[in-house]
């Protein structure tokens, strides 16, 4: 029997593996792929290390070396809102595109006095997936010392439903998704994965936008521009496509800034229907980061 050619190994401890389903991966847009979270842990050590003399040196500068926010730190419930709402997310991207995240939120105590919980993190799918540093401080000048980078945008696209769109459009868009389901469900192999299992499917919609094979871009018959994002995945050994046809909404309080709202999302494993929606046309990797 040949060996499996596909080889893959842990980036920490270098056991080799035939398939991706046996490593962890943390970071959106690495290939560094990991056997176990002690792994995880022992590779990003250094940088769990050099974040924590930052924060130390800093408030010896700032003279806050001892603050009583800091006894909350780790507490679940402000974890939670910090990392499912932050106020500000900052990405500093060195020259081989590795980042590094900063989530930053506002809190109020128990007495109402303010502090700001900060998070260092590594990013997976839009969420932090490995916490380097994590500290909370009432300097605001700490805070802002932490803002390195860019700025992420929250907005878009996965919080597309928090666009200010108004209600004619949102009624529109609401009438253009029943459309499209309805033409999607009649095209289907009935042996295609059943619609009642599409919601089990869902992590694979933020997959396939962040990297997707292929994208079309097309103008549709009610004349709305619609980008069509199509990867294939791998789930318990089978491959699928994930397909998600995205609405073009312009909004005139960002500046010719497009949002795109996700209108119809699924899976399949037919490769007729795939094809009926490779339509307009293939927009390439380098053109879509602008
Ligand atoms: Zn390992």
Redesign the pocket.
């Known amino acids: 029997m040949k060996e499996n050619p596909d080889l893959y190994y ?1 980036n ?2 270098k ?1 080799i593996f035939h398939s991706l389903k046996d490593l962890y991966f943390i970071e959106d847009g690495s290939p560094r792929g ?3 979270e002690s ?1 995880i842990e022992t590779f990003f050590d250094h940088l769990v290390k050099h974040f924590e003399n930052i924060d130390q040196q800093l408030r010896l500068k700032l003279n806050c070396v001892e603050e009583s926010c800091l006894d909350i730190v780790g507490e679940p419930r402000y974890m939670e809102g910090l990392i499912e709402e932050p106020d500000e997310v900052w990405v500093r991207e060195n020259d081989l595109k590795e980042e590094i995240f900063c989530y930053i939120k506002k809190f109020n105590d128990f007495g109402g006095d303010e502090f700001y919980m900060v998070l260092t993190c590594l990013v997976f799918d839009r969420k932090p997936s490995f916490i380097i540093s994590a500290t909370a401080t009432q300097n605001i000048e700490l805070v802002n010392s932490f803002k390195l980078g860019e700025q992420q945008d929250l907005d878009a696209p996965d919080k597309a439903s928090n666009l200010s769109i108004d209600d004619e459009t949102l009624e529109s868009i609401e009438g253009k998704k029943s459309r499209y389901l309805a033409s999607m469900l009649q095209d289907r192999n009935e042996s295609d994965i059943p619609f009642e299992d599409f919601m089990s499917y869902d992590e694979f919609l933020y997959k396939t936008l962040e990297k997707p094979d292929e994208v079309y871009c097309q103008t549709d018959d009610e004349g709305d521009t619609i980008y069509t994002y199509i990867r294939v995945h791998e789930r318990e050994g089978t491959s699928f496509y994930y397909i998600v046809l995205c609405i073009s909404i312009e909004n005139d309080w960002k500046q010719k800034k497009e949002n795109l709202l996700p209108i119809l999302t699924f899976p399949s494993k037919d490769p007729k229907l795939y094809n009926t929606f490779k339509k307009g046309s293939l927009i390439t990797g380098s053109q879509l980061k602008n």
């Open positions: 842990c920490n401890c056991k990991f056997c176990s792994c």
